[in-house]
């Protein structure tokens, strides 16, 4: 059996929220699963989401392989350094961790655009 932590959808149409779920790979996304470990909001500014970081890193350590989705989310979460704060005691709710923000959307606009292609001709 294949452990695996990855997002499985609630919400209507066009307005997904999504929950973090430890399940078994063989059952479909929004099937059976074990554990809830929190919720990730994609809808909101900024995205907003909540993990149990005790849970995913007992479910880590038993082997579990988180998602592409979910791994970005706990890189940016600092997971690593809150699980460690949690193992030697400390709270990680009050330490001094701060959540990386988000990339930000690049926009070209036409005058930079423009400005690009001329000096590419000469």
């Not at 307005?15 to 099937?31: E, K, L, P, Q």
């Not at 193992?87 to 923000?101: F, P, Q, Y």
Request: glycine residues 6%; hydrophobic residues 30%.
């Amino acid at each position: 059996m294949s452990v695996k932590i990855r997002l499985t959808r609630k919400g209507r149409k066009k307005i997904a929220f999504y929950r973090i779920v430890v399940t078994d790979s063989r059952f479909s996304r929004d099937g059976r699963f074990l554990e809830t470990l929190g919720y990730y909001n994609p809808q909101t500014q900024p995205k907003e989401f909540k993990l149990n970081v005790e849970r995913i890193g007992y479910w880590l350590k038993n082997g579990a392989e988180p998602s592409v989705t979910v791994k970005n989310l706990l890189k940016q979460d600092h997971f690593n350094e809150r699980l460690e704060a949690i193992e030697k005691g400390l709270d990680a709710a009050n330490s001094t961790i701060v959540r990386k923000s988000e990339r930000k959307e690049r926009v070209k606009s036409k005058v930079k655009a423009k400005k690009e292609g001329e000096k590419k001709e000469g």
